[in-house]
């Protein structure tokens, strides 16, 4: 049973706390963060619809504020995962744009060598743990986590992103409740951009517009921030995740968002209606903070258009990559998908048995 005394103390921060008013370079940077995943996430969108990308593809087109302000409130150090719409929170924590698009086209350069594709983004080096496809199921997995900061004393804390979608899942509840009680150092970020596919949250969750009462439940604070305004996430999140690192037990943030494109990329839509994207479009959250910042004199619209140039050219640079990158080969299925060799590396073996002709009927037996 872990130990429900919160830490007060540890060892010195080795990674610094972000400063409550974010400096004009690190508006610069999240600024440029929320660029480079608008621009790959349209790159995405083109490859999907010439074939290279497979399978399902969630684009975040629209969120990247909650990403992007997030992961700036937040130390280096510090670990995030969350769900299958993914490719913000990977390129906001600074995975390389080409690794990550190389995954989606199912190349051995990409960060699970192609196995995982565009919902399994993972990098172990940047404390970014994936990248779920199942609907709540990051949720236990960000308790192990920070479970395991505080097992090693280390003076970090886990944000696990979920969805609207997922606020019903019991999973998450569970998750919630054991975090709750071991005091475990959880910031769990709603991103509630409305919908759950095509169901609008007050169809599908009981006081939907009352979602602090889900955090009173298990007695977290709760706080809630504009997901399309970049420095209220950032500003709502620094605070939240300082007190969660100062041993107040898990908190809960509703970051309030919204996607511009389907669902998934093949999402007919008929469940909303132009005009209220359009609307949407409107508080952009890229146009917003360019504005607030060239309207302060923090930034040029030179500089702005500079800045989408870079991100414009580094997109393409994924996909070129990607394309130049070998496919992952068969083998590749049988490796660091289980830690013991059983089921699967016997079948490795079947395949290979029949292939240089050695027989099967021993290598059948082991299966
Ligand atoms: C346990 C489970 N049930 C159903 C699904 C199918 N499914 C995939 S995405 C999704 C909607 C989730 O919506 P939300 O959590 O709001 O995330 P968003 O897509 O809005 O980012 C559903 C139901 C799933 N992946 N896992
Ligand atoms: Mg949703």
């Not at 759950?196 to 006081?207: F, K, L, V």
């Not at 968002?257 to 949407?280: C, F, I, L, N």
């Not at 360019?290 to 004199?297: D, L, N, W």
Request: charged share 20%.
């Amino acid at each position: 049973m872990a130990n429900a005394t919160p830490r007060k103390s540890g060892p010195p921060p080795s990674v610094a706390q972000p400063p409550a008013t974010p400096s004009a370079d690190r508006q610069r940077a999240m600024l440029a963060s929320m660029l480079r995943i608008r621009r790959f996430e349209e790159r995405c969108a083109q490859s999907y619809q010439q074939a290279h990308i497979g399978g399902f593809c969630h684009l975040y087109i629209g969120q990247e504020g909650t990403a992007v302000g997030t992961i700036a409130g937040l130390r280096e150090d510090d670990a995030v995962i969350t769900a299958y719409r993914d490719h913000g929170h990977a390129l906001a924590r600074g995975m390389d744009g080409g690794v990550a698009m190389a995954e989606m086209f199912g190349r051995i350069t990409g960060c699970a060598r192609g196995k995982g594709g565009s919902m399994h983004l993972f990098d172990a080096g940047r404390h970014m743990y994936g990248g779920h496809a199942i609907v709540g199921g990051q949720c236990p997995l960000a308790v192990g986590i920070a479970f395991a900061i505080r097992y090693l004393s280390l003076d970090r804390v886990c944000l696990c992103y979920f969805g609207d979608g997922a606020l019903n899942q019991g999973a998450l509840h569970e998750s919630m409740n054991l975090s709750a009680i071991w005091k475990l150092p959880v910031v769990w970020v709603c991103e509630n951009n409305r919908y759950s596919m095509g169901t609008a949250i007050d169809r599908g969750t009981a006081m939907a517009d009352q979602l602090k009462l889900k955090a009173d439940a298990y007695g977290m604070t709760y706080a809630r921030c504009d997901g399309m305004d970049v420095l209220d996430t950032y500003q709502v999140t620094a605070e939240m995740a300082a007190a969660v690192r100062g041993g107040d037990g898990p908190a809960f943030l509703e970051a309030v968002t919204y996607r511009y494109k389907g669902h998934s990329m093949s999402d007919p839509q008929k469940y909303r209606d132009r005009g209220e994207v359009a609307e949407m479009e409107q508080v952009d959250p890229i146009t917003r903070l360019a504005e607030q910042m060239t309207q302060s004199g923090t930034i040029t619209q030179e500089e702005v258009d500079a800045l989408d140039q870079e991100a414009r050219r580094e997109a393409l640079e994924a996909v070129k990559f990607a394309q130049a990158s070998a496919p992952a080969p068969l083998e590749e299925l049988y490796t660091d998908v289980y830690a013991m060799p059983y089921g699967p590396y016997a079948v490795a073996e079947l395949h290979r048995a029949h292939a240089d002709g050695r027989g099967s009927a021993s290598a059948e037996e082991d299966v």
